[in-house]
C-alpha cells in the first residue's frame, strides 16, 4: 500500500491517494480542491483511479470531486446515502458557514455543480481496491452519513473528521452529535488494534493506541469534567 497526502484548501485538508502497489489501482480519499498536483501525482505513477471515495459529505472532503471526475471520468463517486443531501449542497455549505458571497472566489469556494454519485457507501461492506481490502464503518457524529475505511491487513484507518490526534471532529454543525460521534469512535476506531495507524482528515497521523491512552475525549478525562467519571 503507498498513501501519498496532499494538505489542501484554506481548511487545511489531507487529500490522500492510496494506491495498490501491486495493481497500480488506486482511490482518491476525500478530494478538497481543483488539485493539479493530486492529478499529476495519478497520471505520472500510472495509476487506474477506481473512485474518488468520500469520507462526508463537507466542502473540505469533496470540493475537488467536480474536477477529479473531470479528469478521470472511470473513477466512481461513492459517499454513504445520509451524507447525499450535504453532498449535493456543496455551493451552498460555505454560505452556511458565515462566509459572505463575495468572499468566495478569493477562497477558492466557488464550487461547481457537483457530478452524480455513482455508488453508496454500506455499512460493513468490504471495497477492494487491487488487493487491498477495505473494510467500510458507518460512523455518525461529525455528519450523519460519515464513514471510516480500515484496511486491516495494513494496519490503516482513514477517519476523515472523526478523530483526530488529541481530538474529535465537532459536532456544532448540521447533522452534528456529540454522544452519537463518541459512540461511533468507541464502536469502529478504538475497537481497532493499537498499532493501527490513524490517518485524520486534518493533522498528523496517529495511532488508535495513543488516542485511547492521551485524547481527551477518549480517556475518561473528558468524562471527569462532566461529572460522568465513574
Ligand atoms: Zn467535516
Ligand atoms: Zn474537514
Wanted: one cysteine or more.
Amino acid at each position: 500500500m503507498r498513501i501519498a497526502t496532499f494538505t489542501q484548501t484554506p481548511f487545511q485538508q489531507n487529500t490522500r491517494i492510496v494506491s495498490c502497489e501491486k495493481t497500480n489501482t488506486a482511490i482518491c480519499i476525500d478530494p478538497g480542491e481543483r488539485s493539479e498536483v493530486v492529478e499529476s501525482y495519478i497520471r505520472s505513477n500510472d495509476l487506474n483511479l477506481l473512485a474518488i471515495a468520500l469520507t462526508h459529505g463537507h466542502l473540505d472532503h469533496v470540493g475537488g470531486t467536480s474536477a477529479l471526475h473531470s479528469a478521470f471520468p472511470d473513477a466512481e463517486i461513492i459517499i454513504h446515502p445520509d451524507d447525499e443531501e450535504l453532498y449535493y449542497s456543496l455551493q451552498k455549505q460555505p454560505l452556511f458557514m458565515g462566509i459572505m458571497p463575495e468572499q468566495l472566489a478569493m477562497l477558492g469556494l466557488d464550487y461547481d455543480e457537483p457530478p452524480e454519485i455513482t455508488r453508496s457507501w454500506e455499512d460493513g461492506e468490504v471495497f477492494a481496491v487491487g488487493e487491498l481490502r477495505f473494510s467500510v464503518r458507518h460512523c455518525p457524529g461529525h455528519t450523519r452519513g460519515h464513514v471510516v475505511l480500515a484496511e486491516l491487513a495494513q494496519k490503516v484507518v482513514f477517519v476523515g473528521d472523526c478523530l483526530f490526534e488529541n481530538s474529535i471532529g465537532r459536532t456544532d454543525l448540521p447533522g452534528g452529535d456529540h454522544e452519537q460521534l463518541l459512540d461511533s469512535i468507541r464502536r469502529n476506531i478504538l475497537s481497532l488494534d493499537e498499532d493501527v495507524e490513524v490517518h485524520s482528515g486534518h493533522g498528523p497521523v496517529t495511532t488508535v493506541g495513543r488516542e485511547r491512552t492521551r485524547n481527551p475525549f477518549l480517556n475518561g478525562l473528558y468524562e471527569i469534567g462532566r461529572g460522568r467519571y465513574v
